[in-house]
């Protein structure tokens, strides 16, 4: 009687902790707020704040959880490739041209951003958005002398308008 009480414990909490799936795909069922700008896709090993620190913890961890209504209070029940959301609206003070992730500092009048992918150097951007090193560096001042730490999936700003806000 024990062991199948016991049996039935495990059976659970396997069945309940694993990945949703659909067959042998995964199914992402994290649902979040229609007004979400910025989405993440969770990876392995990535809990509420984690995600967070990726985002150099522009937002709460109570307003990722209103964004993301169906994550867990204990952040337990993420799977590799969901979606959650990571921005609503500019709650972040992040330029409306740069989205989520953008390094600290990021100038206000920014009008146009470059998202860094894989492969990119700075020299790539500068030739790409017509801009000088000089630019770049005023406008992204978490940017090094040599532009030698861009952030691949960040967003950096490439062009400014004549106001200040």
């Known amino acids: ?15 309940g902790f694993t990945a949703p799936t659909l ?9 979040y707020t229609a007004n979400c700008t910025a989405t993440y896709t969770v990876q392995s090993g990535d809990v509420c704040n984690a995600i967070r620190d990726r985002f150099n913890d ?12 169906q994550v867990d209070s204990f952040c337990s029940n993420l799977f590799p490739g969901e979606v959650v959301c990571v921005n609503v609206g500019n709650s972040t003070g992040a330029p409306p041209a740069c989205p989520v992730p953008i390094k600290p500092g990021l100038i206000s009048n920014c009008d146009s951003c470059y ?13 790409t958005n017509n801009i ?3 630019e770049l560096r005023a406008w992204n001042p978490d940017l090094n002398s040599g532009c030698a730490n861009l952030e691949i999936g960040f967003n950096y700003c490439v062009g400014v308008s004549d106001t200040v806000s």
């Not at 998202?115 to 030739?127: A, N, P, Q, R, W």
């Open 1 to 15: 009687m024990l062991a199948q009480a016991l049996l039935s414990i495990v059976a659970f909490a396997t069945h």
């Open 23 to 31: 067959g042998s795909e995964l199914v992402a069922r994290q649902g």
């Open 58 to 69: 522009v937002y709460t961890l109570a307003e990722f959880y209103s964004w993301n209504p």
């Open 115 to 127: 998202k860094v992918v894989s492969g990119d150097s700075c020299s790539d951007i500068l030739f």
């Open 132 to 134: 000088t090193l000089v």
